[in-house]
T-cell receptor, first 114, second 111 residues
Framework: DTEVTQTPKHLVMGMTNKKSLKCEQH?????MYWYKQKAKKPPELMFV???????INESVPSRFSPECPNSSLLNLHLHALQPEDSALYLC?????????????FGEGSWLTVV | GNSVTQMEGPVTLSEEAFLTINCTYT??????LFWYVQYPGEGLQLLLK???ADDKGSNKGFEATYRKETTSFHLEKGSVQVSDSAVYFC??????????WGLGTSLAVNP
């Protein structure tokens, strides 16, 4: 069972809506991640938070806005999305952002933009 | 730059068949290597990992050995089950915070 919990599991939103994806982990991990995954493709890194500070933004459009309120929580705020943004959004965490540390993924939030 | 190449799928096997999914990598130094599995409609789960040369990762009957000389991390299982049907991703980690992914291999196991 994953210890990274994501809500909601499914989300349908219009292009003018504002919504948020939420992620929580209680493993004491200090690195948290957002990934985007299209069907049958590998996940694409979007953002990395390290010790609650944004450390990587992979040139993600500003209609995606991450937030890390504390070391256990990670949000992804969505606004004015496009249909091509429909995908599985995966939250993940690791003990620290180091190369040998395992990254643990949540079950994902399936986003459909209409 | 760093990269991962894994065999293209889909791979279709009968139950109890032997499975090999090839994975090779390009990286300087000594990356950490991972296999992740994604079951239909689910997120990614770590299947196994190895962090140094000659390490063998194993889990749920799957094994992979970190081969520095051939820059490979092939996934094997002696007897697959229908429940192993999934997409398998090989990945490496060299720099902090980033995983470099293969394109994934879809496995279908028929009863």
């Amino acid at each position: 069972d994953t210890e990274v919990t994501q809500t909601p599991k499914h989300l349908v939103m219009g292009m003018t809506n504002k919504k948020s994806l939420k992620c929580e982990q209680h493993m004491g991990h200090r690195a948290m991640y957002w990934y985007k995954q299209k069907a049958k493709k590998p996940p694409e890194l979007m953002f990395v938070y390290s010790y609650e500070k944004l450390s990587i933004n992979e040139s993600v459009p500003s209609r995606f806005s991450p937030e890390c309120p504390n070391s256990s929580l990670l949000n992804l705020h969505l606004h004015a999305l496009q249909p091509e943004d429909s995908a599985l959004y995966l939250c993940a965490s690791s003990q620290e952002p180091a190369s040998g540390n395992t990254i643990y993924f949540g079950e994902g939030s399936w986003l459909t933009v209409v | 730059g760093n990269s991962v190449t894994q065999m293209e799928g889909p791979v279709t096997l009968s139950e109890e068949a032997f499975l090999t999914i090839n994975c090779t990598y390009t990286a300087t130094g000594y990356p950490s290597l991972f296999w992740y599995v994604q079951y239909p409609g689910e997120g990614l789960q770590l299947l196994l990992k190895a962090t140094k040369a000659d390490d063998k990762g194993s889990n749920k009957g799957f094994e992979a050995t970190y081969r520095k000389e051939t820059t490979s991390f092939h996934l094997e299982k002696g007897s697959v089950q229908v429940s192993d049907s999934a997409v398998y991703f090989c990945a490496l980690s060299k720099d902090n915070r980033k995983l470099i992914w293969g394109l994934g291999t879809s496995l279908a196991v028929n009863p």
